[in-house]
């Protein structure tokens, strides 16, 4: 055999083992790292995405939560309901949070895409607010006069409309104030109060409840609509009545749990399939006294209201007819 041809082989097969032991080490550093993520330091991340409406409550649970399991981050991101319902259909999150209800095709989508139905939690319940300005004589208003104001070829553009006079306001034009499309308050508040028709055009589109009562703070002419929980002191809630003859009802605790205002509905949560480890664990925690005390703090409705005081800022003295 040529010497120059042994001496090949002989370096074709140090190569190979040299290669074998690379991978080998290369493996062992990877199984070690995976390894050590499920040590004493592992974290894990449960990701939450959806409803800007449930976004304070949220973060407020994150922050318990992380005092009570160091060892586990909550991740809280908004967008919309539908936005989080959207990210649940590609199985990019593990949690959507929504203040609507998830549509039938929206399950079927999900379906499809991972193979798993969507659990749905309830986990509060809200009052969707109708805000004005604190200096806005109005007490309360109707499903028809909502309806005259928001919907697209409505008939009232002015105040004056409604026998009100705004106090320092030459121009009294109704400055509408609404949430984006993929927001479920949009959904709930359409579907509501609009019968699913066309918002009018013009309105001030706001991402965020939050951004929804800071501009009726500001503007002594704006309507618009959000959660209880946003309420400032440079704002007031309407008493809402479906009809006009109606006894209108404020957004409070009691009224909400016992179904009477108009305007109430579910903070929800979905999961793909039922929830286990960490994420069964935070859901059970957020459901619970700990959790439902969060709820009420944060100026929502908790599951049960057992000796839970009034949310009343921003509420008129009496509903009035």
């Excluded at 705004?166 to 927001?183: A, E, F, N």
Aim: net charge positive; hydrophobic share 35%; glycine share 10%.
């Amino acid at each position: 055999m040529d010497s120059r041809s042994s001496t090949g082989k002989k370096r074709f097969v140090m190569s190979y083992r040299a290669a074998l032991c690379l991978c080998a080490a290369c493996l062992l550093l990877s199984c070690g790292s995976k390894t050590g993520s499920k040590g004493k330091n592992a974290k894990t991340t449960i990701q939450i995405k959806g409803s800007d409406t449930m976004v304070n409550v949220e973060q407020a649970w994150a922050e318990e939560y992380k005092s009570i399991k160091p060892d586990v981050n909550i991740e809280v991101s908004g967008g919309g309901s539908g936005v989080g319902i959207a990210a649940l259909e590609k199985g990019a999150i593990d949690i959507a949070s929504a203040s609507r209800n998830i549509k039938v095709e929206e399950i079927e989508q999900t379906k499809k895409n991972t193979g798993k139905e969507p659990r749905e939690f309830v986990v509060g319940f809200d009052a969707l607010a109708v805000f004005v300005h604190k200096d806005n004589p109005l007490v309360r208003i109707s499903f028809e006069k909502l309806s005259g104001i928001f919907i697209e070829g409505g008939a009232i553009t002015r105040w004056s409309q409604l026998g009100v006079t705004i106090p320092g306001v030459k121009d009294d034009r109704i400055v509408l104030v609404s949430r984006q499309s993929s927001s479920g308050t949009y959904s709930f508040f359409r579907e509501r109060v609009l019968h699913k028709k066309d918002f009018r055009l013009g309105s001030l589109d706001m991402n965020g409840s939050k951004e929804v009562v800071e501009l009726v703070s500001n503007t002594k002419t704006a309507i618009g609509y959000s959660g209880m929980g946003y309420a400032t002191e440079d704002v007031k809630m309407l008493c809402v009545a479906i009809h006009e003859s109606d006894t209108a009802i404020p957004p409070t605790v009691e009224n909400t749990l016992a179904k009477k205002y108009p305007l109430a509905r579910s903070l929800l949560m979905y999961t793909l399939g039922e929830p286990t480890g960490e994420g069964k664990a935070f859901i059970d925690w957020v459901v619970s006294k700990a959790g439902q005390a969060i709820v009420k703090e944060t100026g929502y409705v908790p599951l049960v209201a057992a000796d839970l005081p009034s949310r009343s800022a921003g509420l008129p003295a009496d509903s009035g007819k």
